[in-house]
Every structure is written in structure tokens, then in C-alpha cells.
């Protein structure tokens, strides 16, 4: 299987980082191909400044990371839960590459769409500093949905499977350890 990781913390110290190669060496492991994006890395400017009117030439880094995306077969996505939505960088990242012509394409005089990334799976790799059950039951994981249905779905990626860490924040490094541990089996099954 192609696996594309996408990295959606920007800071290369992040937990989420240590997540993103736990998943990358049981795919590995399991005889995966396995490619990365660390959107810290790359240098693009993430403000789609005129929406879907008018087409922003893409950075090469963008270019290179589109590229990986149409070569992934299984899209895995690890980011921390910030302030119930993702990091401002990969909202950039996803405003600047998921658009029209690429990903979808809106169908002359209807509301419906074309989707243009079917036949690729993914899975979300979330972290958050508080319990995961709360984020579902109280705040109804708005990244989640924002993801999986609006994004990935909309664009015809499924199933998209949701693995939800926390809390983060005062946990102690045998639960870290221990998602790790699950994070590398859930590699080795490439799911």
C-alpha cells in the first residue's frame, strides 16, 4: 500500500510527530511504502486571499505535496486538537490545495459535485489535552467532522477512521507510551 502521512503540528518536537512515526514504522514493518509531508516545513502562503474567484499559483511545495497526494493510497492525518479545530497551518494547507478542478468540481447549475479523490482511505491521528470521550459527548469533535465530512468525504476519500488521543496535557509517559504502541498496530494493519 502507498501511505502518505501528513504531519499537521508544526513543531518537529511534538508528540504528534512521535505518533506520525510510530504509524510510519509498523506501515513499514508491514512492507507499506510510506511517504511524509511536514506542513511545518514547507514554504507556502496559507491565506487563500480571493477565495475560489480567482486561482493562486501554487508554491512548489504545495506542487510536490499534491503530487504525493494523488500517489497516496491510504491518507493518514496527525494534528493536535487546537481550540476545537485544527492548526491554523493545515487549514492553510488544505485552503490552498483542496480546490476546485483538484480535489472536486462543482457540476454546472447544480449543488452537486464531482469528487476526485476517490479510492484513497484515510485515517485521522488526533491528539488533545483533554479526555477524548468529552471532545465526542460535549463539543461533538468539530475537527473530526470538519475532516472526515467535509474534507476528505467531500472529496470522495473513504472510510475515514478517527483515532482520538487524550488527555495530553499531565498524562504520564506510560500512556504516552502506550498510544504509541497502538498508533505502530494500527500502521502494521495500514488502516
Known amino acids: 500500500m502507498k501511505i502518505l502521512i501528513i504531519h499537521g503540528h508544526p513543531d518537529p518536537m511534538s508528540y504528534c510527530r512521535a505518533l506520525a512515526a510510530a504509524y510510519r514504522n509498523g506501515a513499514m ?3 507499506a511504502e510510506v511517504k511524509e509531508v511536514l506542513l511545518g516545513d514547507l514554504r ?3 491565506v487563500l486571499h480571493f477565495g475560489y474567484r480567482q486561482r493562486m499559483e501554487l508554491e512548489p511545495d504545495l506542487n510536490m505535496a499534491w503530487e504525493q497526494i494523488l500517489w497516496a493510497e491510504h491518507l493518514v492525518w ?3 486538537v487546537w481550540w476545537g479545530s485544527m492548526p491554523a497551518l ?3 494547507f ?3 490545495l483542496f480546490l476546485p478542478g483538484m480535489a472536486f468540481k462543482k457540476r454546472e447549475g447544480s449543488l452537486l459535485w464531482d469528487k476526485f479523490l476517490t479510492g484513497r482511505t484515510a485515517r485521522i491521528i488526533s491528539t488533545m489535552d483533554q479526555p477524548a470521550w468529552y471532545y465526542r459527548i460535549y463539543y461533538r469533535q468539530p475537527s473530526h467532522h470538519a475532516m472526515k465530512k467535509a474534507v476528505l ?3 470522495g476519500v473513504k472510510p475515514v477512521r478517527v483515532t482520538a488521543i487524550g488527555p495530553l496535557r499531565l498524562s504520564k509517559p506510560e500512556f ?3 498510544w504509541l504502541n497502538r498508533v505502530e498496530a494500527l500502521g502494521r494493519r495500514q488502516g
Do not use: H, L, S, T
Open 176 to 178: 504516552r507510551q502506550r
Open 90 to 92: 493545515m487549514k492553510g
Open 44 to 46: 507556502f502562503d496559507p
Open 94 to 96: 488544505i485552503d490552498r
Open 153 to 155: 468525504e467531500f472529496c
Open 29 to 31: 514493518a508491514a512492507g
Open 78 to 80: 496527525v494534528y493536535p
